[in-house]
């Protein structure tokens, strides 16, 4: 992904069981300093999402990385961004707090 240009990305995720799940994902940057540099236009994480036994779905994220990235002297070495998620089954009346930056 070059920096300021949009990108889309797909995540699978399948429920092997044979109950129906409902969760919700989480996201991850690495390393931690470029977290700051990306930014989400689109993301189904956050919100809840349901699982029929055994569904597979590719789930969508539409982002960019700050063009300031390129700017930054501390990102000089970092030629590597790894975006992750992890999806967590929702317990009735458990809320995720939202990332606070």
Do not use: H, W
């Amino acid at each position: 992904v070059v920096p300021g240009e949009t990108a889309l990305a797909f995540y699978k995720a399948k429920n092997p069981t044979d109950k129906p799940i409902i969760g919700i994902s989480t996201y991850n940057v690495i390393p931690f300093e470029a977290g700051q540099y990306f930014n989400k236009i689109q993301c189904f994480c956050f919100e809840e999402q349901r699982l029929n036994p055994q569904e597979e779905v590719d789930m969508p994220v539409f982002f960019y990385i700050d063009p300031e990235f390129a700017e930054d002297p501390k990102m000089a070495k970092v030629d590597l961004i790894t975006l992750s998620y992890t999806f967590f089954e929702a317990k009735e009346g458990l809320k995720l707090p939202l990332p606070g930056y």
